[in-house]
């Protein structure tokens, strides 16, 4: 089976073509590295230079798309080159393929060239003095690490190099990456954190509306529509009230006078069952607590009171909704229970998010959520229950 080379890369192609031709004009005017009648001079025909001088230039096509192959055969060119009268061109050439082969071969090439070429330049140096005991033979060592330990060494710098700006490149990719996964997660985060607030706000409002609405149509008479007119006006003022309120905490730098409304927290539970009563809701309220609990801990009480309200509103039937708050063991226990029974359909629509956000409240706190039917002494009825640690420093 034939073995195909990789295809040279243009530029490579054009590094052996320049050397070749300037090998070939050397030869043309006669110029070689040593004289015909030096005794290491073996091939002193004028055409033997030209062979490795053809193979070498070869070898720089393909110092970067095959540079183990490319730097065995230039070495073996080398080796011919210097039984003949040699050719400057030649060597540079070997040169170069020599740095190429640490640049661009394999991490283990990369490691392995400069240590053999060096351990070559001191043997070069050493093994000729210790057998002549001449000073001219350290050039022999000398030539050796010019032609072969230099290029190596060169070439593993700059490989050191670009791997180390290739690392701090992708360092960089991977920290931009990580911004922009930590920015899309800040805004979803922050999404959800505003359709919890938006819902929790206005749900309870707009609930009230559309049931005394539909109750102030459906009957002709005028108290109960005067009554009916009058809780849909005060659920839009609160309404609108809490719309300002979101309103001004998203805002980075409201131009209005004065800072956005306080959360909400536990001691206003009395007028949330106050307004739930006005809506026409039966609700007892039986809290427990210390007088300090964390800022996060009572917002997420209360939004987890007043959801439950509000689902009591649309979907219970008639009857007693109790909302019981106890505080034991570092926590806070929220049960809020109303009737359960068959109705034709929900007194005001609803978006189907108010348990959802419920259980992220309690998630975001690490506590627990649950809500579903249960059947009790009077009879089957809808339980929330919730359980918030009370730790300080945590936030929604």
């Known amino acids: 089976m034939a073995v195909r080379l990789p295809r040279p890369h243009r530029f490579d192609l054009y590094v052996g073509l320049a050397g070749l031709l300037g090998g070939v004009l050397l030869w043309g005017i006669g110029l070689g590295v040593r004289p015909a009648d030096e005794p290491i001079v073996l091939w002193s025909g004028r055409w ?118 290739e690392a701090a490149r992708l360092r960089a990719e991977q920290t931009a990456l990580l911004a ?53 006006r005060e659920n ?15 805002r980075d730098d409201s131009g ?6 306080p959360s909400p927290t536990l001691d206003g539970l009395g007028a949330l069952v106050d307004t739930a009563r006005a809506n026409g809701l039966d609700v007892t309220l039986d809290a427990e607590h210390g007088a300090s609990l964390p800022a996060p801990v009572e917002l997420a009480t209360y939004r987890i009171v007043q959801e439950s309200l509000t689902n009591a509103l649309k979907h219970a039937a008639p009857g007693r909704v109790a909302v019981v708050l106890r505080q034991r063991d570092g926590s806070l226990d929220i049960t809020v229970t109303s009737p359960y029974g068959e109705r034709e359909g929900p007194r ?33 009825v809808w339980v929330v229950r919730a359980t918030l640690p009370m730790v300080e420093g945590v936030t929604e």
């Open 48 to 165: 033997a230079l030209l062979v490795p001088l053809v193979v070498m230039a070869g070898c720089e096509t393909l110092r970067r798309a095959a540079p183990r192959t490319a730097l065995l055969t230039a070495t073996a060119a080398l080796t011919v080159d210097t039984v003949t009268q040699g050719s400057l061109v030649t060597v540079l050439m070997y040169t170069d393929v020599v740095y190429a082969a640490v640049l661009y071969g394999t991490p283990a090439s990369a490691r392995r060239i400069p240590r053999i070429t060096g351990l070559l330049s001191v043997a070069g140096t050493v093994v000729p003095f210790a057998m002549w005991r001449e000073p001219e033979a350290l050039l022999i060592g000398v030539a050796l690490g010019i032609v072969a330990f230099a290029p190596a060494s060169t070439g593993l710098i700059v490989r050191n190099h670009r791997e180390a700006a």
């Open 180 to 232: 922009e996964m930590d920015r899309v997660q800040a805004v979803t985060a922050e999404r959800a954190r505003m359709a919890r607030e938006l819902h929790d706000m206005v749900a309870n409002h707009l609930s009230a509306i559309a049931i005394h609405s539909t109750a102030a149509l459906s009957l002709d008479e005028p108290e109960t529509t005067r009554q009916a007119l009058g809780v849909i």
């Open 236 to 250: 839009s003022v609160e309404g609108l009230a809490e719309m300002r309120r979101l309103i001004g905490l998203l």
């Open 256 to 261: 209005d006078s004065g800072e956005p409304g």
């Open 348 to 380: 005001a629509p609803g978006s189907g998010a108010g348990l959802v956000g419920m259980r992220e409240r309690a998630a975001l706190l690490d506590g627990g959520f649950e809500a579903g039917p249960e059947d009790s002494p009077e009879g089957k």
